[in-house]
């Protein structure tokens, strides 16, 4: 069975760097034709698409957040991480990591979903 789990700090002060690690159990990260993905919902909000990491390493962000969002992976403890950088009271939301089949929106498996968030 698949599982994935957020863990990370649930309050960041604005301008720090936000780390999230997604521990998955029941399926290898770097299996091929699977994608493992970040989004967020804001309050109030829909659900925003952060980036993903393939099976074979590559990432791919969303254009708006690209620029301070860093996704990468240990595959020796088959969890994957995401860093925001220089948070600011925007990026408080509720943090999911969830698998996707490549080529796909198929998200068949979601972790609980962490709240961050940022705040002096």
């Known amino acids: 069975q698949v599982q994935l789990q957020e863990s990370g700090p649930g309050l960041v002060e604005p301008s720090q760097t936000l780390s999230l690690t997604c521990s998955v159990s029941?399926?290898?990260?770097?299996?091929?034709?699977?994608?493992w993905t970040w989004i967020r919902q804001a309050p109030g909000k829909g659900l925003e698409s952060i980036g993903l990491i393939n099976g074979d390493g590559s990432t791919y962000y969303n254009p708006s957040l690209k620029s301070h969002t860093v996704i990468s992976r240990d595959t020796s403890k088959n969890q994957f991480t995401l860093q925001v950088i220089s948070v600011s009271p925007e990026d408080t939301a509720v943090y999911f990591c969830a698998r996707g089949v490549a080529f796909t929106d198929d998200l068949g498996y979601w972790g609980q979903g962490i709240q961050v968030t940022v705040s002096p």
């Open positions: 029941g399926f290898s990260i770097a299996t091929n034709y699977y994608y």
